[in-house]
């Protein structure tokens, strides 16, 4: 079936399942899954359930597409992602931003668990993204192109919310959060990176790095979403101070930095207009 037939199916079925409008999306990264347990769900749809929705095959995603009620403003929440690494293609690992897309969605609030490369970062700690570079081996935008996605040659000189980064980071400070603004790279995965690959990722001015995020925004901002982009740093790639990690230690690391990171999320989303 052709891409754009796709989109429209699975929108057409979840609009069947929840007829309210939402503008707000939130995808939820690496072991940041409880988030959704602090919202008002009024409507929980399977993945599976979805037409052409990839299933998520990672392990703390648990594959579900979330509606309700958080800060007061209805909201769309991908209860787990999906990855390049787990042998999905860009088109569906983006899918869902461009199914959000046809069902109105303006802003989209994206989270994830990420190495940290900057030496002021420690395990648990919570980073902005301002910005991002892309080293993964294939564009989502790669292939035909439909006009009703935006530009084919998209601008990415914003790809994050200035406003958006000010308000979080106004609340972090009136909070005393301890709160970083960097830069992520995005990588294919699913290994963790060596001790010289870090440094060279810092190198090319990467404040953290990991296996997501990046196709996700620059598809949301082809199609005029806002984005606004959160991490939690599960692990660090400083040299001097590389551990060996495990899945466990990522979640653990994730767990820690989950309250700041929701909180941040409940307040940026209070706040869009």
Known sequence: MDYLNQISEAASFISSQYTSEVSIAIILGTGLGHLGDQIIVEKEID????????????????????FGELSGKKVMVMRGRFHYY?????????????????????????????GGLNPDQEVGDVMLIRDQIDLFPESPLRGKHYEEFGPRFPDMSDAYSANLIAIALGFSKANNFRVHRGVYAGVQGPNLETPAEYKYIRSIG????????????IVARQMGIEVFGVSAITDLGIEGRIQPVSIADVL??????????????????????
């Open 252 to 273: 653990a690391a994730a767990a820690k930095a989950e309250p700041v990171m929701a909180a941040i999320i409940k307040e940026v989303v209070r706040q869009i207009v």
């Open 47 to 66: 993945y599976a359930d979805i037409p052409h929705f990839p299933i998520s095959t990672v392990e703390s995603h648990s594959g579900k597409l979330i």
């Open 86 to 114: 787990e042998g999905y293609s860009m088109r569906e690992v983006t899918f869902p931003v461009r199914v959000m897309k046809k069902l109105g969605v303006k802003t989209l609030l994206v989270s994830n668990a990420c």
């Open 206 to 217: 990467a404040d953290a790095v990991g296996m997501s995020t990046v196709p996700e925004v």
